[in-house]
């Protein structure tokens, strides 16, 4: 495909009024992996497996380090960098080059099994009920594209335009790519507003004149402030209004909805016998929360952005309702992700080892830090008040009949 000559765009002159006024519209541009298809667990898995295969000296965790640095480039610009940071050019004798081809057909075949992120198709259908315009600009090259959107081709279907990596001399961190679909869509930069998950995508967004919003897949959040005019933790937390673009209508008002509020999600049913966690929810915060293993689950918590839910448990026969937090618990830095539901109900005795049946159906927030545990407990004992109040109406309510026998 033929690179885009991004010099044509800057001095555009607009052919009528209605061309000037669309060019100032606001219009979103998207990056693709790790803001709306799920890919990086499975690049993090192939890359470090073939990446310690040709270099066993190195450490898994310091692999997934350099593999989060390089997040966002173009397949052999990433390539290249994963081999100089880590030095597999000098020490090893590998080349940018061939561990692209040593990867490559490994996640070919793989594509396919990669998912929506949750929230992408709720925003995207918002967007075009609303009639913004909205394109991909995304490092991935054209063949690779078709691939991990099977599946999904009505999501790429919907865009009103699409820059791959190929179609760009330089990619991101460069501002090409953004450039390029900004003209693409007849907006103007400054009118497009830029969603991205990587470092290297939020500067390339900033550098071509767009706003920027991060929802970082990495987990130093730190190194996109400097590119982002916010940093949000998933796609359910996107305030658009607050970039001049119609704000979300489906999420439900508790009490006069000025403070609390419920976003109801698609129902997640999750069940798995009761695991012993950090052992500090009853003892520290006087909250107990019900763990479960998080392995055998991973499709249903992929399927949800780490964050605080509301839901239905049922356990011993009978059903309560609940809160639970999916996620690294930030108060508590945890370096493993944890499902911790607390169950509505007083209970006589412990369950550990018990079976625990779950339906998720709402979102409340995402996970915060707290200046003090006091804080903290008093968010958790707010977020059990919205579940207790908006656990009664529909359309939740109902959801509880999944958990009868
Ligand atoms: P851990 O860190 O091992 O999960 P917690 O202090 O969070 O320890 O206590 C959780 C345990 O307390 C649960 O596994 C369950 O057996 C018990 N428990 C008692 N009441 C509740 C409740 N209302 N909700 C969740 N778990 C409860
Ligand atoms: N941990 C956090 O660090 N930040 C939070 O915002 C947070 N919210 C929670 C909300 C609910 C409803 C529940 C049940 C737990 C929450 N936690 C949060 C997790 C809490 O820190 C954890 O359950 C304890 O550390 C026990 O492991
Ligand atoms: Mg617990």
Redesign the pocket.
């Known amino acids: 495909m033929d690179a885009i000559d991004v010099s044509r765009f800057a001095s555009r002159r607009f052919a009528s009024p209605l061309a000037a006024a669309r060019a100032m519209a606001p219009t979103v541009i998207l990056d693709l992996d790790g803001t709306l298809i799920n890919t990086e667990q499975l690049v993090d898995e192939i890359c470090t497996a073939v990446v310690l295969e040709i270099a066993p000296r190195l450490s898994p965790s310091v692999v997934h380090d350099a593999l989060e640095r390089v997040r966002g480039m173009r397949p052999l610009e990433a390539s290249r960098a994963l081999c100089a940071s880590l030095e597999l050019s000098t020490l090893e004798r590998v080349t940018g080059e061939a561990l692209l081809e040593r990867t490559s057909p490994l996640l070919d075949a793989r594509w396919r099994e990669v998912r929506l992120m949750p929230g992408a198709r709720r925003l995207l259908e918002h967007l075009r009920a609303r009639g913004v315009p909205f394109g991909l600009a995304t490092s991935t090259p054209a063949t690779y594209l078709k691939e991990k959107m099977r599946g999904h081709e009505d999501v790429l279907a919907m865009m009103d335009c699409v820059v791959t990596g190929c179609m760009v001399n330089r990619g991101k961190p460069d501002p090409e790519i953004f450039v390029a679909a900004s003209a693409k869509l007849g907006a103007e930069a400054s009118a497009c507003v830029v969603l991205e998950d990587t470092p290297v995508g939020c500067e390339a967004a900033r550098r071509a004149g767009c706003k920027t919003i991060a929802i970082p897949s990495i987990r130093d959040r730190k190194c996109f402030e400097a590119w982002s005019d916010v940093v949000l933790h998933s796609l359910y937390d996107l305030e658009l209004e607050k970039f001049g673009l119609p704000a979300f209508d489906d999420w439900l008002p508790v009490g006069d909805g000025s403070a609390d509020r419920v976003l109801p999600v698609p129902t997640i049913e999750m069940r798995g016998p009761v695991v012993k ?2 052992g ?2 009853s003892t ?2 006087g ?1 107990p ?1 019900a ?1 479960l293993d998080i392995v055998p689950l991973k499709h249903q918590v992929d399927s949800l952005a780490p964050g ?1 839910y509301l839901g239905f448990a049922s356990i011993r026969g009978e059903t309560h309702k609940m ?3 999916i ?1 690294w ?4 830095d ?1 370096s493993k992700k ?1 499902i ?3 169950l509505l109900h007083e209970f006589e005795s412990d369950f550990y080892g018990e079976e625990l049946s779950l339906v998720v159906v709402g979102y ?7 200046t003090t545990l006091e804080a ?1 407990v008093e ?2 004992h707010r ?2 008040e919205v579940a207790r109040v908006v656990l009664e109406r529909e359309p939740f309510v109902g959801k509880r009949q999944m958990l009868m026998p």
Do not use: K
């Open positions: 966690g950090f500090r929810g520290q915060l909250i929360t763990n605080i809160v639970m937090s996620g618990n930030p108060y508590f945890n944890t911790e539901p607390w409340i927030r995402p996970e915060a830090d707290f903290l968010r958790i977020d059990a």
